[in-house]
């Protein structure tokens, strides 16, 4: 069954932290994943897309990493600020078909 | 550039109604696609529009139907509403329909059914 899994559900950090998210996935087979962050009430802004041959891309202060043989992905966030409070979803799309799959995504609060 | 538009902000019906939902995609991009994001959920699939046809949805009900303009705009309908149907529905967009391509999402029509 293809599946994207994110921990923690929630993280609480203090402004300035640095924090690290996790996706685990079973999509197969696989194309492609994304990271999106979502303020409250409005639509996901794209952060990063990595193909299998990735396995880090930047955009900023967030570090995506890609790990194609255990099917693992992270989402790093250097120097948090209040602005990072969000939900970060994590989104695998297959080869085939064009479906994409969403993590249930983690929420956090950057707290001053 | 204007993004991904959405209409109406808010919908509130009761049970056993229609809704209809709305979205212009950004300039140029032939894709549309659906998404329902209930409360505590993570985005589920619904439809995929390309060049004016339902190329794929996801695993709702024939209740749950659309369509896709000329224009690549794109209308979401939900028929027989029912409470559980209480959700953030997205639309977002693409230049081609394949799924490399970055999706640029709306800010969502919150439905809410009484």
């Known amino acids: 069954k293809n599946q994207v899994e994110q921990s923690p559900q929630s993280l609480i950090i203090l402004e300035g932290k640095n924090c690290t998210l996790q996706?685990?996935?079973?999509?197969?087979?696989?194309?492609?994943l994304r990271w999106y962050k979502q303020d409250t009430g409005r639509g996901p802004v794209s952060l990063t897309i990595?193909?299998?041959?990735?396995n880090t891309k930047s955009n900023g202060r967030y570090t995506a990493t890609l790990d194609a043989d255990t099917k693992q992905s992270s989402l790093h966030i250097t120097a948090s600020q209040l602005s990072d409070s969000a939900s970060y979803i994590c989104?695998?799309?297959?080869?085939?078909?064009?479906?994409?799959?969403f993590g249930t995504g983690t929420s956090l609060t950057v707290i001053p | 550039e204007a993004g991904v538009t959405q209409s109406p902000t808010h919908l509130i019906k009761t049970r056993g109604q229609q809704a209809t939902l709305r979205c212009s995609p950004i300039?140029?991009?032939?894709?549309v696609y659906w998404y329902q994001q209930a409360l505590g959920l993570g985005l589920q699939f619904l439809l995929w529009?390309?060049?004016?046809?339902?190329?794929n949805r996801g695993n709702f009900p024939p209740r749950f139907s659309g369509r896709q303009f000329p224009n690549y705009s794109s209308e979401l309908n939900v028929n027989a509403l029912e409470l559980e149907d209480s959700a953030l529905y997205l639309c977002?967009?693409?230049?081609?329909?394949?799924?490399?391509?970055?999706?640029?999402f709306g800010p969502g029509t919150r439905l809410t059914v009484l």
């Open positions: 300039s140029g991009h032939t894709s």
């Open positions: 996706c685990n996935y079973t999509v197969s087979p696989f194309s492609n």
């Open positions: 529009y390309d060049e004016g046809e339902e190329r």
């Open positions: 977002a967009s693409s230049s081609q329909g394949r799924g490399y391509n970055e999706q640029f």
């Open positions: 990595m193909t299998f041959s990735e």
């Open positions: 989104v695998v799309s297959r080869l085939t078909g064009n479906q994409f799959y």
